[in-house]
C-alpha cells in the first residue's frame, strides 16, 4: 500500500531531481544503506518501522532501474531476456538471502549480518558508478545479432 501511494510523490522527486537511470539507483542504495544503519540501531518498534519505511523508499528508486540498465545494455531484439535474467536472479537473492542472513547473524551476531549488507550494497554502490562511468563504451562493444 505504501508504494502504491508513495511512487507519485518518488515520480515527483525522479523528475526534479534525478535525470537518470544511474542517479536514481545510486540515490536508492545511499537510501538502503541509511535503512541498516537505522535497523541495526533500532531499540524500540518505531524505529524498526522507520527503517522499513526507509528501505521501501530506496527499493522504489532502485528496482525500477535495474531491469531499465539490463535492456540498454541488451543486444536488439533480446531485452526481455536479458531482464528475464536479472528478475530470476533477483529472485534467487530473495530465497538465498534470508538463508544466508540466518547463518551469518546465527553464528556471529545481527550486527555483523548488518555490517555485511552494508559491504555488499558499498560494492553495488561502486560497480554502478563504473557502469554508469563507462556505459557508452559497454554498449558500442556489445555484438549485435546477426541480421536474417
Do not use: C
Not at 510523490?9 to 544511474?22: A, D, I, P, R
Not at 545510486?26 to 535503512?35: A, D, H, R
Not at 524500540?44 to 521501501?56: D, H, K, N, P, R
Amino acid at each position: 500500500m505504501f508504494i502504491v501511494l508513495g511512487q507519485p510523490l518518488v515520480n515527483l522527486f525522479l523528475k526534479k531531481w534525478l535525470h537518470s537511470t544511474t542517479s536514481q539507483i545510486l540515490v536508492g542504495y545511499v537510501i538502503f544503506i541509511i535503512s541498516f544503519v537505522v535497523v541495526g540501531n533500532a531499540k524500540e518498534f518505531s524505529g524498526f518501522m522507520i527503517a522499513m519505511i526507509v528501505l521501501t523508499i530506496g527499493e522504489m528508486l532502485v528496482w525500477p532501474g535495474v531491469p531499465s540498465i539490463a535492456a540498454e545494455l541488451a543486444p536488439q531484439g533480446r531485452a526481455g531476456f536479458y531482464q528475464g535474467i536479472v528478475n530470476s536472479t533477483a529472485t534467487g537473492g530473495r530465497m538465498l538471502g534470508p538463508l544466508f542472513g540466518g547463518m551469518i547473524a546465527d553464528l556471529f551476531n545481527i550486527n555483523v549480518l548488518f555490517q555485511t549488507i552494508i559491504g555488499l550494497i558499498v560494492i553495488s554502490f561502486m560497480l554502478t558508478i563504473v557502469y554508469s562511468r563507462n556505459k557508452h563504451s559497454i554498449k558500442k562493444e556489445t555484438p549485435q545479432p546477426a541480421a536474417l
